[in-house]
C-alpha cells in the first residue's frame, strides 16, 4: 500500500483535532450559559416587576393619602366655621367626582365638637350607580363604635384591613386620618373626629393586575396579617381569605411559612414545591410597601421553561456531533493512520464506527428525555398557581368577556382504563367524571358534562353529595377518542392523548376549572389515572391540565353566542411514550442482521478468485438477501401502518443502496474492472464507518 506524507496528515489531523476541541468546549460552555441565562432572566425580570409594581402602588397611595390629609385638615377646622365648612363639602364632592377609584370619603367629628348640642355628626359623599349622593352617618349607625373609627383614635393615619360592606356585597378598604381643631383655651390641636377615604378592594385588585409579570407568575398583595387584598382568583379575596388559607388548597405548607416570614421580616424570599406540579420547584419574592405597610407577592416557577425544550435539545446534539469529529481526529491521530499499517487503519475504523453508534445512542436517549412533546400546549394548568395566573391574564386580555356573569365549575376525572393499541389512533377511556356547583350561584345550570372531541361516549350519574353549599355530582363514563398521532420517529414517538371538557349549557359563560382540592395523593406524579390502569405498550409520562382558546367561525345558530373567539375550553392531556425495547429489537433487529450479511459477502468477494463464477456468486447472494430486505420492509410497513415514512423505514432505503453498492462492486472486482473502486481493502475498512454515518444522518434528520 501506498505510504502517505505524514507531515501533510499529521498537520492536518492535529488542527481538526483543535478545531473540534474549541468548539466542543464552545458547545459546552453555551449549554450552561443558557440554562442558568434561563433562572436569572426568570428571577430578574420577577425581581424588577415587583420593584415597579411597588413603585407605582406606593405613588398612588401617597397620592390619596395627601388627598386625605388635607380634607381632614380642612375638616378640622370647619368646626364653628360655617364657610369652611362650605367649602369642606365642595372639596369633598369634588374629590370623587375627580377620582372614581374613591368609593365615598366622610368626616366623622369626636361627639360634641361639632356642636355642642348634637351629639353626633358625619357628613359622608358616595359614589353611587345615580350619581354621588350626599348623606349624613348619624341617622344610619354610631359610627363612634366601628373599627375605623376607633383606629383613627390612635392619632395616626393610617390604612386598615378591608371590612365588608353589605350594602355593596363588597369588601372595602379605608384609610383614616385623625382631624383636628385648634382650641383657643389651651392653644393647641385637639382631636375632633376621623377622615376617611373608602376604596373598594377591586380597586387594588385592578391597580396589581394592570402590571405585567413574567410568563406563569403573578402578584399576591396581602396585609401585614397575611389577609389577601389582590389575588388573580377573586374568590380568594370575596372570602376574606389569608396566606395560611391557602395551604389546604395549594396541599402544602409553603404559604404558611410564607405567611410567617413576611410577618417577621419586610422583604425576602422563599422556595417551595407544588405537588404534582410540572414544574419542579417555585419561587416566591416579596416586598413591603412603603405607606401601607402590606407586602406584595410575586410566584412563579424558580426556573422557568421559557426557552423552547427543542432549543436545548439541539444544543446538547451539537455537544455530541463536537465531541465525535474530535474524538474521531484524535483516534486517526493516534493510531498514526499516514502509516498506512492495515492494523492501524481497522483500529481506527472501529473505534470510528463505535463512536458514530454512540452518537446515534445518545441523540435517540435525547429525545427519550425531552418534554417538548409532552408539554407541547400553551396556558398548561397543572397548579391552582398556575391556574390562577392564567385567569388573570385571561382577564386582562378579554375584559369584556368578565363583565357578564361567569360560572366557574370545577371538573375532576380519575381514570382506571386507558387503552391505545400501538398504531391505532383510537383511546377508549373508562373513569369517573365529577363536577361541584355552587347552590346559589349555579342553581340555573343544567347539571351536565361533555367529551367534545369524543367519537363515542356514555355517562352514568352514580353519585350526588352536597356539602357547604357545594353539590357535588359524579358520573362513570365511557368514551372512545380518536387522535392525531404522529408515528414519524416509531417506535421512539411520543403522543399527546387529549379529552376535550365542556358543558351542554352553550348558551351561557360557563369555565370548567381542573379540581385540584379533590386529589389528596397529589405527590403521585399521575394522581388522576389509576396505577393499576393498562396502558398496553405505552407509559404515560406526564399528566396536566391545559385551556384551548376557542377560534370558531361560527356562533352555532345561537345569538349573541359569547363563545366565538378566546373562550378557554378545559382540556386533559395524557402524554405517553412507546414502551420502546420491543419495538426497537422487532424494527432494528432486521436491519442489523442484513448489515452483517452484507459485510460477511464483502468479506467472501475479497478472499475469492476472480472469474466468472465469482459474479454469478454475488448476483446470487445479493439477490437473497434483497429478497430478505423487502420481506423485512413489508413485515415493518404492516407492523406501523402509518401514512407516512417512518425513521426506521429509511434505514431499509440505505440497505437497498448498500446491498446495489456492494453488488456493482463485486461484479467489478469478479471482472476486474475498476482501480480504487474494487480496492478490497479500502471498502471493507471504510464499511461500518460508511453504513453508520449515513445513519447517523438520517437521525440528525428526524432528532435534529
Not at 265 to 290: C, D, Q, R, V, W
Not at 525 to 540: K, S
Not at 547 to 561: N, P, V
Not at 681 to 695: A, K, Q
Request: net charge neutral; glycine share 4%; with cysteine.
Amino acid at each position: 500500500m501506498q505510504k502517505m506524507s505524514p507531515l501533510f496528515i499529521r498537520t492536518f489531523l492535529g488542527l481538526g483535532t483543535l478545531i473540534f476541541l474549541g468548539l466542543s468546549v464552545y458547545c459546552v460552555y453555551k449549554y450552561i450559559y443558557v440554562v442558568r441565562q434561563e433562572t436569572h432572566t426568570l428571577q430578574k425580570t420577577n425581581k424588577d416587576s415587583l420593584q415597579q409594581i411597588i413603585s407605582s402602588i406606593d405613588q398612588d397611595l401617597h397620592h390619596f393619602m395627601k388627598l386625605g390629609d388635607k380634607l381632614a385638615d380642612l375638616a378640622g377646622g370647619s368646626i364653628n366655621n360655617p364657610s369652611a365648612y362650605m367649602t369642606l363639602l365642595t372639596d369633598m364632592q369634588k374629590t370623587l367626582e375627580e377620582h372614581p377609584e374613591i368609593y365615598s370619603v366622610s368626616a366623622s367629628f369626636a361627639p360634641y365638637q361639632f356642636d355642642p348640642t348634637q351629639q353626633f355628626h358625619s357628613i359622608q359623599f358616595t359614589h353611587e350607580s345615580s350619581g354621588i349622593t350626599q348623606t349624613t352617618l348619624e341617622t344610619w349607625y354610631d359610627y363612634t363604635a366601628t373599627s375605623w373609627y376607633n383606629a383613627g383614635q390612635t392619632m395616626n393615619a393610617q390604612w386598615i384591613d378591608p371590612m365588608y360592606d353589605a350594602s355593596l356585597d363588597k369588601n372595602v378598604i379605608t384609610y383614616v386620618i385623625p382631624m383636628f381643631a385648634y382650641d383657643q383655651k389651651t392653644r393647641s390641636k385637639k382631636f375632633s373626629g376621623v377622615f376617611a377615604l373608602d376604596f373598594i378592594l377591586d380597586y387594588l385588585g385592578t391597580l396589581v393586575s394592570s402590571f405585567n409579570v413574567q410568563k406563569e407568575s403573578y402578584a399576591i398583595l396581602v396585609t401585614r396579617n397575611a389577609l389577601i387584598l389582590s389575588h388573580p382568583s377573586e374568590e380568594y379575596v370575596k372570602k376574606g381569605m389569608t396566606l395560611f388559607d391557602l395551604t389546604s388548597i395549594q396541599g402544602n405548607k409553603a404559604f404558611i411559612r410564607l405567611g410567617n416570614l413576611i410577618a417577621r421580616t419586610p422583604h425576602g424570599e422563599m422556595i417551595f414545591t407544588i405537588p404534582g406540579s410540572l414544574h419542579n420547584t417555585y419561587k416566591a419574592i416579596f416586598n413591603t410597601l412603603s405607606y401601607a405597610g402590606w407586602s406584595l407577592i410575586i410566584v412563579g416557577p424558580e426556573k422557568e421553561n421559557f426557552i423552547p425544550n427543542t432549543y436545548i435539545r439541539r444544543l446538547l446534539t451539537h455537544i455530541v456531533f463536537s465531541l465525535l469529529l474530535f474524538f474521531i481526529f484524535l483516534t486517526t491521530l493516534i493510531c498514526k493512520i499516514y502509516v498506512g499499517r492495515t492494523q492501524a487503519l481497522w483500529l481506527t475504523s472501529s473505534i470510528c464506527a463505535l463512536l458514530i453508534f454512540v452518537s446515534i445512542c445518545t441523540i435517540w436517549f435525547f429525545d427519550s428525555i425531552s418534554t417538548e412533546n409532552q408539554l407541547s400546549h400553551s396556558n398548561i394548568i397543572d397548579s391552582e398557581i398556575t391556574l390562577n395566573r392564567f385567569l388573570f391574564l385571561h382577564k386582562k386580555t378579554n375584559p369584556q368577556l368578565y363583565k357578564q356573569d361567569i360560572h366557574f365549575i370545577p371538573t375532576g376525572l380519575y381514570l382506571y382504563e386507558v387503552t391505545l393499541e400501538t398504531t391505532n389512533p383510537i383511546m377508549t377511556v373508562h373513569g369517573h367524571i365529577w363536577q361541584k356547583y355552587n347552590i346559589k350561584k349555579d342553581a340555573s345550570l343544567e347539571k351536565s358534562v361533555i367529551i367534545f372531541n369524543a367519537i363515542e361516549q356514555s355517562f352514568e350519574k352514580v353519585y350526588e353529595y352536597t356539602h357547604d353549599n357545594i353539590n357535588t355530582i359524579g358520573w362513570r363514563f365511557h368514551a372512545k377518542i380518536k387522535g392525531n398521532f404522529e408515528y414519524t420517529k416509531y417506535p421512539f414517538d411520543q403522543q399527546n392523548l387529549i379529552l376535550v371538557l365542556g358543558h351542554k349549557d352553550y348558551t351561557k359563560a360557563i369555565i370548567l376549572t381542573p379540581d385540584f382540592d379533590a386529589f389528596t395523593g397529589i405527590h403521585k406524579p399521575n394522581p388522576e389515572i389509576d396505577p393499576m390502569a393498562n396502558t398496553g405498550p405505552w407509559t404515560i409520562a406526564s399528566t396536566y391540565s391545559f385551556y384551548e382558546l376557542t377560534h370558531f367561525s361560527t356562533d352555532f345558530g345561537i345569538k349573541d353566542y359569547n363563545q366565538q373567539t378566546d373562550f378557554p375550553t378545559l382540556c386533559f392531556n395524557i402524554a405517553v411514550h412507546r414502551n420502546f425495547v420491543y419495538p426497537f429489537m422487532r424494527s432494528f433487529l432486521p436491519i442489523v442482521i442484513i448489515l452483517l450479511v452484507a459485510f460477511a459477502i464483502l468479506l467472501i468477494i475479497g478472499l475469492s478468485e476472480k472469474n466468472t463464477k465469482l459474479a454469478q456468486m454475488i448476483l446470487s447472494l445479493c439477490s437473497g438477501l434483497l429478497f430478505a430486505t423487502l420481506l423485512a420492509h413489508q413485515t415493518f410497513q404492516r407492523s406501523v401502518e402509518s401514512s407516512r415514512l417512518t425513521y426506521f423505514e429509511y434505514f431499509y432505503f440505505i440497505v437497498y443502496g448498500i446491498i446495489l453498492l456492494i453488488t456493482i462492486n463485486g461484479l467489478l472486482y469478479s471482472l476486474n474492472r475498476g482501480r480504487f473502486f474494487i480496492n478490497y481493502l479500502i471498502v471493507r475498512i471504510m464499511y461500518w464507518p460508511f453504513v453508520l454515518s449515513i445513519l447517523l444522518i438520517i437521525t440528525l434528520i428526524f432528532f435534529y
